[in-house]
């Protein structure tokens, strides 16, 4: 019994041990399984948010996009980031040895942790004393770039260690390098190795000495402590410690090492984005970016490292703003000197002034070497450089006689008394100025000849000229009417002083640069170029006691004057005779039809200009008479590439036939400077009738009821017409957008040659004989507003379309008495053609045999308007045909009247 049990004990005790071991052991299990699936749920956790690598093409860093003109050359950028993506064979060999050596050695040896590097770095800090030599990896200093978080926990650091296992597992060690290569922020702006290379030394990758490699290198430590721009002593060591730690590796010999530490670098401090776009065509680029925008977003465009080809080209570009700033700086000087910009009353302002204008020449022109010369304190004793044909501040410090001695900086120099007594003129409201040791001027740089300096100048003297900063501005926008390609665009005097592009944003009273699209539309109602409309006073009540009568100017009537000369000489009172007979309502339907977008407000006075408009909308619109009826697709872009060179986006053109082909000039058979002869007739009936079965034309029905519609041009009418709340007949909403009309074109090709010929003779014997100068092929239309306000000149060869704006900001000041298109934008335009049409073929405005413009002089269609008008009182209008008139709670013609000075 008592060995039973005792038995029985000891089985119950096993059982008992059993049990616990076996509660022990589910326990555990249990626990393993809680901690397991909750380090698993952390690692998700942490895990969820971090950047996907699992192959390469998973690293899309934010690259700059940049900008290229017609030819390939780079214009502008755009960028949060400063990063030039670079593929590692394309960083050179010695770049990478030099950030392994300093960073981590065992690179190429180790998983992404280096145990041996933690323990050597522990020792080697121990014996300094302080934190000499860090133990990250360059695997961890990618993990570390890529959370973009500078906060240090331990949620941080597990992130680090979880990615740095990922990228070790995923990629490759050269693709791990061209990451880190790429991603780093090295200071000064730059994001990775190309961007650094730009941004200090102003070089490609390729062009690097040792010297600057291992100061870029040097920088990934800490950019912000070793940067040679703010702390020139401390970068100068960090280099000299990453070529000592080159040659340690046997990279490079110690010789070359001590040789390199002593080469004198050249560093620059980075500007920003839009500092680059001020260099080459400020307003072209930002138009590129604000229709890119629109398109994309900001993010996108900022962010892809899209290569952006577009249609600018620069030298054109450039002799448009030299052509807008000569013309507003000689039109001017008409309004008199406004007196110094500051007068500074101490030696010690002066050369304080003096010493900060010097600093900003050398900045700008990149002179400066924050490195070898911290402060720029020996830069401060030099002379100071002048670019010629440059505008600099400058201080008077002596009247010598006549003549005035003045500083540009550091650079002395004169203003002979004839390159400054226009000056006595005094502008409105300013005294007159007598000049004073310590006024602040504006000068321009002049040649030894005398002459302002040219861009070519190479020797150049210490002789300036005073110079005043218009404040009339100017706007230029130019295209090619076949292609819609633009070349050029200004939208003012400077974009430095205003971004504002009034050639794409500003709404501008055109004056009679609008009545070719008035006489246009009269010719798709039956005018003719040898219509006689009467030029006679004409009163037109607009409200009860409340008249309007237009005068041409001058106040002269001509009596009978045929379509085509009261537009060669942009007579007012004809020009609302037309609209009086064809409607406002119709006018407004054909002035949307050739793209005008701005408000219409359908009062007589819109033939004389009085609605605003976009100059590079009434631009294009020009552009459909000049192709034949196909109004011109315009665009800024070619083609978008991506890094990986695929396309985002490519310019098409619309697969339209023109039926307009303009030949180019022999001369053998043509004289260029014929087109200087005073106007001529072309073509004639018989040929016209020949030549019928060729013009290219729409559906054609027996009469205008049986006429359908151009599907095309109705849609795109439908919301403009309803938005305008146009009232149109159904002759007029054909007339407007019926299937005569080819697929593709918004006007006849018959309506349109017409017009250029018309607009030919505005050059030969009109308002714009100036552009003659030209001596090449050339029509175009001036205008002017009410008080001169703003003066215009549209023209245009077979090549090429321009047109210009001269005007205030200010809508109320004048450009002064008998100030107009044509005698102040037609020059403008003619010094900015005859640069640009060199590019060109020049070629013929060929006149097809099935266009009939025999009626010049003997009219074969007798519509009289406005003959004979007995009943013409001083309230009545008096046009002898059907009158339309105003509709809509608009304006009052008053308030809008634009009176052209033509």
Request: glycine share 8%.
């Amino acid at each position: 019994m008592t060995q039973s049990k005792a038995k029985t004990q000891k089985k119950s005790l096993f059982s008992k041990i059993f049990r616990f071991f076996r509660w022990c052991a589910y326990t555990t299990l249990i626990l393993v399984a809680i901690l397991g699936f909750t380090g698993l749920g952390f690692y998700y956790y942490i895990s969820r948010d971090l950047p996907n690598l699992k192959k390469i093409e998973d690293y899309r860093p934010p690259v700059m996009a940049e900008v290229f003109d017609d030819a390939g050359n780079k214009i502008g950028e755009f960028w949060t980031e400063a990063r030039i993506l670079t593929p590692i064979d394309g960083v050179p060999k010695k770049l990478i040895e030099a950030f392994v050596s300093s960073e981590d050695d065992r690179f190429f040896e180790h998983k992404g942790v280096d145990p041996y590097g933690i323990l050597r770095a522990f020792i080697q800090n121990l014996k300094a004393g302080q934190v000499t030599q860090g133990a990250s990896t360059i695997t961890q200093q990618v993990t570390k770039a890529l959370l973009l978080s500078p906060e240090r926990t331990y949620q941080r650091k597990i992130k680090e260690a979880i990615l740095a296992t990922q990228i070790e597992k995923n990629l490759s060690k050269d693709q791990i390098l061209y990451i880190y290569l790429n991603q780093i922020y090295f200071g000064n702006r730059a994001y990775g190795v190309a961007a650094a290379a730009r941004n200090y030394f102003h070089k490609d990758l390729a062009q690097l000495n040792l010297a600057e490699i291992a100061m870029i290198a040097g920088l990934a430590k800490a950019p912000s402590v070793f940067n040679p721009v703010i702390n020139p002593a401390r970068a100068g060591q960090r280099m000299g410690y990453v070529l000592d730690r080159m040659a340690d590796e046997g990279y490079i010999s110690r010789s070359e090492a001590n040789e390199a530490k002593k080469y004198p670098l050249q560093v620059y401090l980075a500007k920003t984005d839009k500092d680059y776009n001020y260099q080459y065509a400020p307003y072209f680029v930002e138009e590129v970016r604000r229709e890119l925008v629109k398109k994309y977003g900001t993010e996108k465009l900022y962010t892809s490292g899209w290569k952006i080809y577009t249609t600018v080209d620069l030298e054109m570009y450039q002799a448009a703003q030299k052509a807008v700033l000569d013309g507003i700086e000689r039109f001017s000087k008409s309004f008199g000197y406004r007196g110094p910009i500051v007068h500074l009353d101490s030696e010690k302002k002066i050369e304080e002034f003096l010493k900060n204008t010097h600093l900003e020449i050398l900045d700008s022109l990149g002179e400066g070497n924050y490195y070898l010369d911290p402060g720029l304190k020996e830069a401060s004793q030099k002379t100071t450089p002048l670019k010629p044909n440059q505008i600099y501040n400058a201080v008077i410090t002596k009247i010598d006689g006549k003549d005035l001695k003045v500083r540009v900086g550091n650079t002395e120099g004169t203003i002979a008394s004839g390159d400054w007594t226009w000056a006595k003129n005094p502008a409105r409201r300013a005294e007159r100025w007598n000049p004073s040791s310590g006024d602040v001027i504006e000068v321009r740089l002049k040649t030894s000849s005398g002459k302002d300096a040219p861009d070519e100048a190479v020797s150049l003297s210490k002789t300036f000229s005073l110079y005043q900063s218009p404040e009339v501005q100017s706007a230029l926008f130019s295209y090619e009417p076949f292609t819609g390609a633009v070349k050029t665009v200004i939208g003012g005097q400077s974009f430095k002083k205003s971004e504002f592009n009034r050639a794409t944003q500003a709404l501008l009273q055109p004056g009679s640069s609008i009545k070719p699209l008035i006489y246009a539309a009269a010719l798709d109602k039956g005018y003719t170029p040898g219509t006689i409309i009467m030029d006679s006073p004409i009163v037109y009540e607009e409200s009860a006691g409340k008249f309007w009568k237009p005068r041409n100017y001058g106040g002269k009537y001509y009596g009978p004057t045929a379509f085509r000369h009261a537009l060669v000489n942009s007579r007012n009172v004809v020009t609302v005779r037309i609209l009086m007979d064809i409607g406002t309502h119709y006018a407004a339907g054909f002035m949307r039809k050739l793209g005008l977008s701005s408000p219409i407000y359908k009062y007589y006075s819109m033939a004389l200009g009085s609605n605003e408009v976009i100059l590079a909308e009434l631009a294009r619109a020009y552009g459909a008479f000049v192709t034949g009826g196909i109004l011109p697709n315009i665009h800024y872009v070619n083609k978008i590439l991506d890094p990986q060179g695929e396309i985002v986006e490519q310019y098409q053109a619309p697969a339209i036939k023109y039926a307009i082909q303009y030949e180019e000039v022999q001369p053998d058979k043509d004289s260029i400077n014929n087109d200087n002869q005073k106007p001529r007739n072309a073509g004639n009936a018989e040929n016209n009738a020949e030549g019928a079965e060729s013009q290219p034309m729409g559906k054609k029905s027996e009469s205008w009821e049986a006429m359908g519609f151009n599907a095309t041009l109705l849609d795109q009418s439908s919301p403009t017409t309803q938005k305008d709340d146009l009232l149109l007949t159904s002759y007029e909403k054909k007339t407007l957008y019926g299937d005569y009309i080819p697929d593709g074109y918004v006007i006849t090709p018959k309506t349109a040659v017409t017009m250029v010929n018309i607009l030919r003779d505005v050059v030969r014997a009109g308002t714009g004989v100036r552009a003659q100068a030209l001596k090449k092929p050339a029509g175009g239309k001036t205008g002017t507003t009410n008080e001169a306000t703003d003066a215009w000149f549209i023209g245009f060869t077979p090549n090429l379309l321009t047109g210009v704006w001269v005007g205030f900001d200010d809508e109320r000041r004048s450009l002064g008495h008998g100030a107009t298109g044509g005698g102040v934008a037609a020059p403008i335009w003619l010094a900015y053609m005859k640069d640009a049409t060199e590019k060109y073929v020049t070629k013929n405005f060929t006149i097809p045999k099935w266009v009939d413009l025999s009626v010049y002089e003997a009219p074969i269609q007798q519509m009289a308007v406005g003959v004979g008008d007995a009943e013409l009182g001083d309230a009545g209008v008096g046009t002898g045909v059907a009158t339309s008139g105003p509709s809509g709670s608009s304006p009052s013609s008053a308030e809008f009247f634009a009176q052209d000075l033509e």
